[in-house]
């Protein structure tokens, strides 16, 4: 059968003779569509439309990514840079339908890291003026300031550190840095001597009968607190234990004022 028919198949010059000569029709005919945008729904639940778009030419890239409901409008992620070396440098913005929100500055983020789970790079909040009517927009009160996020990661140990600028001045920032350590040896619950339970009432009382509280109580002291704060304190917040202090300290004030009476007389 498969002799038979390639007997019958033409010869490869004839195929390719009318491949040039119709092909050519072909492509020489064909006009550029127009691009369209549909909204789907589906009776009356709303269907969000996503829409992710990333050109490259060489090194130069463009980015974006939006998702647009009948409810919130459009919130949109979008911008443009360069990728060289491994090292993504642009500027994004964040804007819900035509108004920017913010505008986010990317120094050295590495793609290439980022294949492997780690963040590294540096990110600079912006928060452009609102041209709107609307002046009571919560945003309005952070123009003037920039937020700076700097990550560093790797497999044994990590920094963030956030900065806060103004006017290019830094007003105030905190960095939070991880490392690998040594093992922790969880300890033989079996072995240990005394153990208390914290949430029974009877462990506590027992462990609180353990404690001398007496080197506390003397500097307390020493550094003026009046006795019934002391005792107030110790007998964790009973309004009954101080009044009764209260009291007792009263009534030792009111005989020593008697005494002197007395010996004034």
Known sequence: MMSDLSAAAPEASVVETLLDKYGSMLFDNLTEGESSQETLTAGDKITPVLNWQMTRDGSDFGYLLSIETDDSGTLSLSGSGQIDGGKLNGTYKVSQDDTAAAVIEVKDYDTESAK?????????????????????????????????????????????????????????????????GESVEIPDLTALGDVYDVTNEDDMSAYAAT??????????????????????????GSNSDAEDVTDENASEAESDAESAEAGAA
């Open 116 to 180: 492997e789970g780690y963040l590294n790079g540096n990110y600079t909040i912006t928060f452009p003026a609102d041209s709107s009517e609307d002046t009571d927009s919560s945003l309005s009160m952070l123009e003037n300031f920039a937020l700076v996020l700097d990550l560093n990661s790797a497999k044994d140990s990590g920094s963030v550190a956030l900065s806060v600028e103004s006017a290019g001045s830094t007003l105030g920032s905190f960095t939070v840095t991880s490392g690998a």
């Open 211 to 236: 404690l001398d509280l007496t080197t506390l109580m003397d500097n307390l002291s020493n550094a003026g607190v009046p006795d019934e704060v002391i005792t107030y304190v110790l007998s964790g």
